[in-house]
């Protein structure tokens, strides 16, 4: 499994840690999930990171964006804090906004094989235009497969309005 689990004794490693440490390339590893007390029951969990950084590929130029990432819990859940410092150790890496949206999924299903997940980013324009790649999926032979064919299938049904960028 990719990035770490509580350890025998229920311990998360980063949570209250005050000796942290801020990769600042691409980061998997730090990563860590703790059991999901209602695996019985479908929720979603939702994450705003407003705050996204990565770099162009080919100009080495920031990009900024919030990302949000919503899923459905199986056995295990992500930690929030690793989870911040994943999205942060995108600051110096270079990828193109398609890209860090699909890793960041393509990791946490690696992580935790959720029931269903969703990343979003919405990225502030460079350029003169801004881009906004959805990504999502749903466990291979349950009713979440559907669920992702759906939303991704109506995904810009209703166009938000944009008044911030």
């Not at 990769?23 to 979603?44: G, I, M, R």
């Amino acid at each position: 499994m990719s990035g770490r689990e509580k350890n025998e004794a229920g311990e998360i490693t980063l949570l209250g840690s005050q000796k942290t440490e801020y990769k600042s390339d691409y980061a998997p590893e730090v990563l860590e999930t703790f059991p999901n007390k209602h695996p019985e029951n479908d929720y979603f969990v939702k994450f705003n990171c407003p705050e996204f950084t990565s770099l162009c590929p080919i100009t080495g130029q920031p990009d900024f964006a919030t990302i949000y990432i919503s899923y459905v819990p199986n056995e295990v859940m992500v930690e929030s804090k690793s989870l911040k410092l994943y999205l942060f150790s995108f600051r110096n890496h270079g990828d193109f906004h398609e890209d860090c949206v699909n890793i960041i999924m393509k990791d946490l299903i690696k992580l935790m094989d959720p029931k269903y997940i969703e990343v979003w980013g919405k990225f502030l324009p460079r350029g003169g235009i801004s881009i906004d790649p959805y990504c999502n999926y749903g466990k291979s032979g349950t009713r979440w497969e559907g669920v992702a064919w759906d939303r991704l299938s109506r995904h810009d049904m209703h166009p938000e309005s944009i008044d911030n960028r």
